[in-house]
């Protein structure tokens, strides 16, 4: 890769066309495995290794250059048995169309912003000091020999465990899942820049789900995941997921509805539910993304005019460290040392007493931002954006979760209504899927089919009012892996509603009789 950069830095240049000012060559080594089980029995197993390479040419310069929003450069299949002269083949042709890109992308830049009175008067890219940085390979290490006997069995735990099986018929479908990703990414600029670096991540999953009398649709999924196959759940733990994942969906089945009248009043959020209500309402409006050309906006986000703004309660911080690698003896899947665009990783304090103080910055500045602060990160193949590493949610003024308890039911008292507890969330919007009704006697009971009206980053200003000191920890393993340390939260002011889904219809039949 050096070798191919150090050619075309000579050479790549057309008659009367601009000289590239920045060359990126990235290489993504991906190796991964994934088994699947249904109902009992192995459906697919299968391994792949792949190489992609991405090359990002920049004309113009630090001030304006070729960028633009959707990311720039070109992708090609590399060759994954380190043959050179193949590389060097199609990092040539990569850089070739990319360069091409780049001059057309400039052309249109420059036209586009003669329509504006003004612009912005950050650089388009930051530069950054050159960095070497070169860790171990990585590969793939888990036993799958072991694991697909324990997908196998966690399938098929609803039709064979005596706790569960005698509702074997309420399910609809089971299945379990065991996956493992080895990520060696390989990085060399203009600047002088070499990274080698690679991360692991391992996910154990199950999937059971099925329809309450009414046709309601039902699910529990979840599941453990870790940075190292050794960390996952041990076969008898994940076995007890499981089961007890069964035994609420049957709870759920004969849960009773939410009531139809609206709710407003104190929800208290487990640290589980309220790392994915981090993870959807204010983890995206912490990464800056840069606006259109010709607006004056700081970011895309929602927090856009919120610099130096309350966005949380006072007695809440948010810091980002990506170079954190444990917390309570748990890896962590964020952690890096060095970000995708090479530039060496920092702690960043986003909030502080509940004043934005930071947005996450990679290498495409924003106003009050100039440089990056080592958050640019790429999911495989693709443009590097400002992203979380390990995101981690605190307060000076937690309190222990039983004392959280307390003070929810002691609303309940005051208030003279039920209030509701969330265990954990669902689907890919702030819903919840295990919700209690909270009694002011202190029982639970399991309800079903509601909606949470109005959860926004105005709820997370505003009604937050206490913190456990329990907090969670979510690793999840995505395109770029990132890490929530979130913990529980009590809301004093939340809606909650029946929802307003069409029911669908119940199986005509029933499910083939199980063998004895």
């Known amino acids: 890769m050096q070798a191919e950069l150090e050619r075309e830095k000579t050479q790549l240049v057309l008659q009367d066309m601009q000289r590239p000012f920045f060359i990126e060559y990235r290489m993504d080594d991906i190796n991964t495995y994934e088994a699947v089980a249904n109902y009992g029995a192995l459906v697919r197993e299968e391994a792949g290794r792949q190489r992609l390479v991405r090359v990002t040419v920049r004309v113009g310069d630090y001030k304006l250059d070729s960028s633009t929003g959707r990311g720039d450069g070109s992708v090609q299949l590399a060759p994954t048995d380190n043959n050179p002269d193949a590389l060097r083949y199609a990092l040539w042709s990569a850089t070739d169309e990319a360069y091409k890109n780049a001059l057309r992308a400039y052309s249109a830049k420059e036209a586009a912003l003669k329509r504006f009175q003004s612009t912005r008067s950050e650089q388009d890219f930051a530069s950054a000091k050159p960095v070497v940085h070169i860790t171990p390979l990585v590969k793939l290490d888990i036993d799958r020999d072991e694991w697909k006997k324990r997908i196998v069995e966690a399938s098929g735990l609803y039709a064979s465990d005596p706790e569960v099986k005698g509702f074997a018929d309420h399910v609809q479908y089971s299945t379990s899942n065991v996956r493992g990703l080895a990520m060696n990414r390989y990085l060399v600029n203009t600047e002088g820049t070499s990274v080698r670096q690679g991360y692991t991540g391992y996910s154990a999953m199950i999937s059971v789900g099925g329809q309450a009398a009414d046709g309601m649709v039902l699910a529990r999924d979840n599941g453990s995941t870790a940075a190292d196959a050794k960390d996952l759940e041990s076969g008898s733990a994940f076995r007890k997921r499981v089961v007890d994942d069964l035994k609420s969906l049957e709870a759920l089945r004969n849960a009773p509805l939410v009531p139809a009248e609206d709710y407003h009043g104190p929800v208290l959020f487990s640290g589980d539910a309220a790392s994915d209500v981090f993870t959807r309402l204010f983890v995206p409006n912490v990464e800056a993304e840069r606006p259109e050309l010709g607006t004056t ?60 103080e930071n947005y996450l910055i990679g290498r495409e500045p924003i106003k009050d931002f100039p440089a990056s602060n080592g958050h640019g ?140």
Do not use: W
């Not at 495989?380 to 307390?406: F, M, T, Y």
């Not at 709820?459 to 995505?478: E, H």
């Open 297 to 356: 906006a700081r970011t895309a986000g929602a927090f856009n005019t919120s610099y130096k703004s309350r966005v949380l309660p006072e007695l809440l911080s948010v810091t980002d460290d990506p170079l954190q690698t444990k917390f309570d003896g748990k890896a962590l899947l964020g952690a890096y040392e060095v970000d995708d665009e090479g530039v060496p990783a920092q702690p960043v304090n986003i909030v502080v007493n509940g004043t934005l």
């Open 377 to 516: 990160r790429a999911a495989p193949a693709q443009a590097a954006h400002s992203r979380v590493g390990v995101l981690i949610v605190k307060s000076d003024k937690a309190v222990p979760a039983a004392e959280l308890n307390k003070k929810l039911l002691a609303m309940a008292k005051d208030r003279g209504t039920d209030v509701y507890a969330v265990e954990t969330m669902g689907g890919n919007e702030v819903t919840p899927r295990l919700l209690y009704r909270v009694h002011a006697d202190g029982t639970h009971e399991l309800v079903r089919g509601a909606a949470f009206d109005e959860v926004d980053t105005r709820s997370l200003r505003s009604d937050i009012v206490a913190v456990g000191n329990d907090p969670y920890v979510s690793n999840t393993l995505g395109v770029v892996p990132q890490t929530t340390i979130v913990p529980s939260l009590l809301f004093d002011d939340l809606g909650v509603k029946r929802a307003t889904e069409e029911q669908q219809k119940l199986p005509y039949y029933a499910p083939p009789p199980l063998a004895k």
